[in-house]
């Protein structure tokens, strides 16, 4: 049996020519136009995973992009993990900052510069070729399965219904997910948390028509003025929200647990200049990765209403509108959060205006217990990889998918992530060191190993 | 000598033409295609001023449009009227609207359909043919000036600078406007008051970009939010503005002049059916028409940030805009009212943004001492044409204008509007009824008589 560094060393031109294939494929999924590269996509996985070992692979239909997914049963007694990944990528505009262009990956400095290079083809193809090694070089000490869907920068709108379809196929001890990053390539970590979301509009609706702020200015209830209202009163000088029930079902961190995630470094300094700005602000008693990490927010993400051109219009609008979301942690459920809000909101409205609240969007938070074996594996195979703990990342975003795993298939995920802040994700010269890429493909087999020992 | 009642019978329709002449040249102030315009509307009334018995009449130039003016002296001890009116109209949008086309008057029901039929074409004609009236049958008891602006519907840039220049040509005792309404034909009124203005727009500024407001939530200051609850800290549950120092030379009212001014007809039902809401809001202790006439306020005219498209986009925005203004009353200065806020609203903003308020706007409020001899003239001009007193009303608008009179000449000015609200001034299908037009010019000799035995 070859090593995974030995095998990677004399694999390197392959592997890294079957990954730019893959990146070829301008696979962009908010784009109709290139549904049929969707397709070539979920083709050239399914060869990928044959080609690695695979008993069978599979395109499957869904009502919108296909899903690739392929499996390797080495004995049903022995545990199962279940890869997801994606094939679709963001957009590439705007084309004129792209020092290459998107699809034609060019390595740069040590880094793969394309779209996708990161997000998530060079994440989940690491474990295509993790998969190979194994299976080539008979270390494989788990079951294995792949689901490669095409809709994940879209919000996974048919993925959920497709896991419910194929519970069976599916089942497995944990879902291993490449599609995070780590703190730096000297700071591993982890990512255990993920914030879940509800997303409202709000219409305030005050005289049927812009008014002569003159003529009626003193008298008639301002939508903008009683909006701003409404807005500030929903949270306290604390940076508290002030919604009824909101922190009721909040899930508290361990002290044991907030100890840990405070060993993630952090500058404040460096945070603030990144950001241009002389201080932070948020909820009194957190830290800045505690507010962000695991704790609830309430953001207004737009504003709008009245006159907003040059110069000086005196009017008394007829409607104003906000977006609003919060962030929500685990066991908060987005539906109940986004009633209490609409409640809230449209109770404490004065009479002199009419108020609608309705909801855009919602997701659960997810959390990933670092007391599961699999976090253990994960945590052990980085130790052996980068030589240091990993430490524990709630992060702030939101992966919706990952709470409907839970919810659907009934199994926890481990975001075992690799790529970096400075890859530029979602942006222009978006790219994945070498070195990160391959750090994951070495790290990969040591969490099988580790999972099938703890399991 | 013959009545002016006979006179108007006589000459009806003489009058009428001369009054579509004028009608007819598009003198519209906003469009620079329209300066030709401005120079005939201009000659025409040079040529109106002569021919109603003006010792002389010019047409001034002005850094902007020309000023037409015109002065019989009888007798340098009697006291002198100085007329103002404007002969700039506003733009004619949207065209479909308009029954017929808004430079060619027509007569229906009554009424003169027009742009300026009445805003100020129709109103300031009124005092050319009063004064005619007076001239041709003997009977003219005051000297005599007018003063015809071409740039009040922008505004008048250039009027304030050259009254200064004019200064010893405009000496009078008295400056006579029409170019404000009464409540009805039956309900007659004066303005005694217009409201000042202040208008600023601010601007705060969090992060030095868009923040994803998964990552960034919880600890970043959102520049919505802030603007949010600075907005709402500007006033507060009784509808008082907090600024320090805001009410500080608000001229309280007397109880007779409230009581005169309740008054005028107010009917509470209709004035919301009419805007469709459930409840007025304004500040405690005052009534409707106090809250728009003698009390100052706080509007935001305009509010925007962040994202305002469809669905939902999760940001933490980097800034957020407001236009913000407050009309205000007799003897605030609104040079003074605009440092106010602007200190203070800089002042109680957080740290964590930054925030930049600038002065886009202002003008002095004005208003009529309503035992000042004019005024007692003008109410008794009405006794006798609509057998009523008439009702004073602070209006909530602004005229600048007329603050700027009397700081530059030192002349009060009374504010005899014969327009009617149904007069859709501003708007598609204005119109002057042809009743209003004639008691104008009715009650315009009335006052000249009585004012010249009360000074």
Redesign the interface.
Do not use: Q
């Given at each position: 049996m070859i090593s995974i560094e030995q095998y990677l060393e004399e694999n390197k031109e392959r592997i890294l020519n079957e990954l730019f294939g893959l990146i070829r494929i301008p696979s962009i999924s908010s784009i109709s136009l290139h549904k049929p590269d969707m397709y070539r996509a979920a083709e050239y996985w399914k060869e990928l995973m044959l080609k690695a070992g695979a008993d069978k692979a599979e395109v499957f239909e869904t009502a919108g992009n296909p899903v690739a997914y392929g499996e390797k049963i080495i004995d049903p007694s022995k545990p199962t993990v279940l890869i997801y990944g994606h094939m679709d990528v963001m957009p590439v505009e705007p084309l004129n900052l792209w020092k290459t262009p998107p699809f034609e990956p060019e390595i740069r400095d040590g880094k793969i510069f394309a779209r996708g290079a990161d997000d998530d083809k060079g994440q989940s193809f690491m474990h295509a070729k993790a998969f190979e090694y194994m299976v080539q070089n008979n270390c494989l000490p788990c079951n294995v399965k792949f689901m490669i869907e095409g809709e994940e920068e879209i919000g996974s709108p048919n993925l959920g219904k497709w896991c419910e379809e194929n519970k069976e196929m599916l089942k497995a001890d944990v879902i291993l997910v490449s599609d995070t990053g780590m703190i730096a390539p000297d700071v591993p970590s982890i990512t255990t948390g993920l914030?879940g979301?509800a997303?409202w509009q709000v219409e305030v609706t005050?005289?049927?028509r812009d008014?002569?702020?003159?003529?009626?200015?003193?008298?008639?209830?301002?939508p903008?003025?009683v909006?701003?209202?409404l807005?500030?009163?929903m949270?306290d000088d604390e940076g508290r929200i002030t919604i009824p029930g909101f922190y009721d079902d909040v899930a508290e961190v361990s002290a044991t647990e907030r100890e840990l995630l405070g060993r993630a470094p952090f500058n404040v300094d460096n945070y603030k200049d990144a950001?241009?700005?002389?201080?932070?602000?948020?909820?009194s008693g957190y830290s800045?990765n505690e507010?962000?990490g695991i704790?609830?927010?309430?953001?207004?993400?737009?504003?709008?209403?009245?006159?907003?051109g040059e110069?000086?219009?005196?009017?008394?609008?007829s409607k104003?509108?906000?977006?609003i979301?919060s962030?929500l942690v685990p066991n908060q459920n987005h539906e109940k959060i986004a009633d209490l809000f609409k409640a809230h909101f449209e109770s404490v409205a004065?009479?002199?205006?009419?108020v609608e609240v309705t909801s855009?969007?919602g997701g659960q938070a997810y959390v990933c217990p670092i007391d599961l074996p699999a976090y253990k594996a994960a945590e052990k195979a980085y130790i052996d990889t980068f030589g240091k703990q990993p430490v524990p990342v709630r992060?702030?975003?939101?992966i919706p998918i990952i709470s409907t795993f839970e919810q659907v298939l009934g199994i926890k995920s481990v975001l075992m992530g690799f790529g970096l802040e400075s890859d530029a994700i979602h942006s222009p010269n978006e790219n994945y060191p070498l070195e990160q890429f391959f750090n994951g493909i070495k790290t990969i087999p040591k969490f099988y190993r580790y999972f099938a020992e703890l399991s």
């Open positions: 914030r979301l997303y005050g005289p049927n008014l002569h702020s003159g003529i009626f200015g003193g008298a008639v209830a301002n903008i003025n909006l701003a209202k807005i500030a009163r949270t950001l241009d700005i002389e201080e932070l602000d948020g909820e800045t507010r962000t704790r609830p927010t309430f953001d207004v993400c737009g504003i709008w209403g009245g006159y907003m110069g000086a219009k005196t009017i008394i609008p104003a509108f906000a977006k979301s962030r004065p009479k002199s205006v009419k855009l969007h992060s702030g975003g939101s």
